[in-house]
């Protein structure tokens, strides 16, 4: 079993449609970031949280703790929001993020 | 530009020749990272530096792949005999020790296909 698992693997919705994708963790982390990565690969920061709820524009990551588990929504869908989205946890006192699998996220016009 | 670069951004390559990648990270940046990431899969740690130590390595390193950071600024990976299970894209990250949490900062990548 991975030590950060993410739910769904795909995810295909139409445009306007709320999104949740969800991301558990079986280990102590100090931080958990969310990243979108597009085709052609590069990755982008989207959050970094260690507690509570963040917001950036239409886009909120949340954090519980005491359940290891976090969960990234989009309000109001777009298609340029088809991305693949990768949760990953910084685990106390070592330097490396360990990866969830991604979510593929596609949004239909 | 001043984020993270990598060159090149493609690579194709024929089983058993060998492979340089180059990462330059974001400039003050002191750690430097590699990833390795298949299709499908998030992406798995394989070596980090601060300034030109390589301070942890992981077991997915074997014995063909090799990194340096000579000079504490930019950063070659090195494959060995490719072989077709290397295909992968390499990604190259940087951070600040002092920045909170770490925050890694990533580059586009190398996509390297072994034929």
């Known amino acids: 079993k991975n030590e950060v698992e993410q739910s769904p693997q795909n995810l295909t919705a139409q445009e306007g449609e709320f999104i949740t994708i969800n991301c558990s963790y079986s280990?102590?982390?100090?931080?958990l970031h969310w990243l979108q990565q597009h085709p052609g690969g590069g990755i982008v920061s989207l959050f970094m949280l260690s507690s509570g709820k963040k917001k950036h524009g239409r886009l909120i990551a949340t954090i519980n703790i005491q359940e290891k588990h976090s969960s990234l929504h989009i309000t109001a869908s777009h298609p340029r929001d088809s991305a693949v989205y990768i949760c990953a946890a910084h685990l106390p006192g070592a330097q490396k993020l360990v990866f969830g699998q991604g979510t593929r996220l596609t949004i239909n016009p | 530009d001043t984020g993270v670069s990598q060159d090149p951004r493609h690579k194709i390559t024929k089983r058993g020749q060998n492979v340089t990648f180059r990462c330059d990270p974001i400039?003050?940046?002191?750690?430097l990272y590699w990833y390795r990431q298949t299709l499908g899969q998030g992406p798995e740690f394989l070596t980090y530096f601060q300034n030109e130590a390589q301070l942890e390595k992981s077991r997915l390193l074997s014995d063909r792949f090799s990194a340096e950071r000579p000079k504490g600024s930019f950063s070659t990976l090195e494959i060995q005999r490719t072989e077709q299970g290397d295909s992968a894209m390499y990604l190259c990250?940087?951070?600040?020790?002092?920045?909170?949490?770490?925050?890694?900062?990533f580059g586009p990548g190398t996509r390297l296909t072994v034929l």
């Open positions: 400039s003050e940046h002191n750690r």
């Open positions: 280990v102590g982390i100090s931080a």
């Open positions: 990250a940087s951070s600040l020790v002092g920045l909170s949490y770490n925050e890694q900062f």
